[in-house]
């Protein structure tokens, strides 16, 4: 569906081989928000009962993250870590630049990348 919505699609000089490319990138997706699902309800479980959301509010939690998730996809593998390393990890910019082997100016750049797609995620396209 996503190759039909383009506006130029050219004939892949192999096409076995592209449709192999495409079904392991829908199985990597299928089985990344499977995790993600399982590490939310996980950390859910954690939560006392009476503090826990509704199952209504669980639902939109959940695909904010699936949405977050896709859109982080879309980031190169160095800016999606180091929004990672930032938010989950609790990482300084150094760190991330050392870990990485970027600079730290590059660091902020990334991070930029990744609130721009959380924002996405959560309130569309900015206008």
């Not at 299928?30 to 995790?35: G, L, N």
């Not at 990890?89 to 721009?116: C, K, M, T």
Request: contains cysteine; aromatic residues 8%; charged residues 30%.
């Amino acid at each position: 569906m996503r190759l039909l919505g383009r506006e130029e699609l050219k004939e892949p000089r192999e096409p076995r081989a592209f449709l192999v490319a495409i079904a392991k990138g829908l199985l990597f997706d299928y089985f990344r928000r499977a995790a993600l699902e399982q590490a939310y309800l996980t950390e859910l479980m954690l939560i006392p009962e009476a503090e826990q959301p509704s199952v209504e509010e669980q639902q939109m939690i959940l695909e904010d993250l699936k949405n977050i998730d896709r859109l982080l996809g879309k980031l190169s593998s160095k800016a999606r870590s180091a929004f990672l390393y930032n938010r989950l990890d609790g990482l300084g910019h150094a760190e991330i630049a050392e870990r990485l082997g970027v600079s730290v100016p590059r660091v902020r750049q990334y991070l930029a990348q990744g609130i721009r797609q959380c924002y996405i995620a959560l309130y569309g396209e900015p206008t």
